[in-house]
């Protein structure tokens, strides 16, 4: 027995992920009055593109509109497209590992990704696209190029690796950058899995402290307690779903980033959840129809090993660390929640989608041919208790309402762009300091996009290249001026 394909799984009457689409809007004309106050502010000092921009705060235009996430195909569109490519945006120590060991070693299929199996080139260095089995195919292929760094995945692109036929399934944190190498011909089709982020942060600091396998690994560089962890930068990358959804990796998160993350997450992304793997593997299967597949392409005994190789991931997961979480409400929970704030947020939005996704495109049926057998599912003692810790945990997470967080974030925005304006303005009038126009206008880039991050550090006609050679010329000089964006 299996699931249904996609299509004919949809159920008629449950909420379709366009339904959530208006949702954001509606939510976004909520903010309406605080933002049109920033929106006229900026407009001030910005090019058209600035005011563009403003209007995406404004919800007067999507916000995937003009990024690399429109080359990704909707979630709600079931229709099978065999020139699609899967993408698996990973999210660390969020099962990434047991799902990566599925697809190669039990499905054997050719991942971009990266993996220590393979000893990868320089990306300048690769002339050509080619495939590198494992354990003679036994786990899989994987890509000559790492994928592990957005290096690795522009010169994919410069192969043309969307065309090339080469890759079942692309692996990488740097979904923004992956999503340039697909076009109106090869669309990628996003799907990760969410975990708790404050669980998920426990596990990496857990993680960290005995991975000498890992090639940054260092038994002098580890963090000694929770609460290093937490407070040291360098340890953590704070936000880390909401900065990779939106491609803010560096700077102050506004809430642009913010929307822009829960819509790439709303009609972009397959939502798979960490504690749920059983089913998530279900899903996975049935979406790609990775199960059909494998069943039309391989005897009764690869198929029965298949499935033995696949229950047995879900059950022993890789890179499993076993360690308990603190407290909630605990001085290392804070610690953790204060770095994951956007996160936790995110998070819980995720799992409305887990659920809303499971009425509209599944649906079980039973199925002679089917590769993976259904799971009925009987409600346990055990996770009766899951449930409700899990509801005392989203209730604390969300003690003030989406609308009274919203407005402090909001609040906080807007006295960011004051404290900016004052800083510029008083650069500008210190007549002490000679400042050339193509400084004024980084400047003003800065003041309207905030803070710089590391795909562009601005808009209009100011961008990274000629803040990079600005920096070259002064090398060696007084930058002073340029630390009011610090």
Known sequence: MTFDSPLEGRADDAPSVSSLRKLLKERRKLRYFGLVCA????????????????????????????????????????????????????????????????????????????????????????????LVPINNGEGGAFLNVDFAWPKGIA???????????????????????????????H??????????????LVSDYYYMQDAE?????????????????????????DNFLTRFLSGNRSSKITLEDYELAKEVLATKTLVLVQGKMEESVDRLLSYFRWNDQFVSSHDETTISNAEKCIDGYINAPVNQHLHEDPEPGSEEWEALREISDWDIHLYWFGIELWESQGKSLFKHKQNANGFREEHHHVETADEDEELRIEEELYLQDLEESEAEWYAKKQKEEEER?????????????????????????????????YEPTDNKIGVGS???KEYVTLKKEEKGKDMSWLSIWK
């Open 155 to 185: 010169r994919a692109k410069e192969l043309n690796l969307a065309s090339s036929g080469l890759a079942d399934v692309v692996v990488t944190s740097y979904i923004r950058e992956a999503s340039e190498l697909f076009d109106e011909d």
């Open 187 to 200: 669309q990628g089709r996003l799907f990760t899995v969410l975990r708790h982020p404050i669980k998920r």
């Open 462 to 464: 100011v961008n990274v």
């Open 417 to 449: 762009v004051k404290d900016y304006s004052k800083k510029i303005s008083s650069v500008f009038e210190d007549e002490d300091k000679e400042i050339d126009e193509k400084k004024k206008n980084v400047l003003l880039m800065i003041h309207a996009s």
């Open 39 to 130: 929106a006229l502010f900026i407009s001030l000092h910005t090019s058209f593109d600035t005011i563009s921009r403003a209007r995406r705060m404004l919800g007067l235009q999507n916000y995937i509109t003009g990024t690399p996430f429109e080359n990704l195909r909707d979630v709600e569109d079931t229709f099978h497209h065999p020139e699609d490519i899967p993408l698996f945006f990973l999210v660390p120590k969020s099962a990434t590992s047991t799902v990566k060991s599925i697809l190669s070693h039990c499905l054997h299929l050719n991942q971009a990704s990266s993996t220590q199996a393979v000893k990868y080139e320089e990306p300048k260095d690769v002339k050509e696209l080619e």
């Open 213 to 237: 396998w890992e090639n940054l690994y260092s038994e002098d560089e580890r963090p000694q307690s929770l609460i290093e962890y937490a407070q040291n930068p360098k340890f953590h990358l």
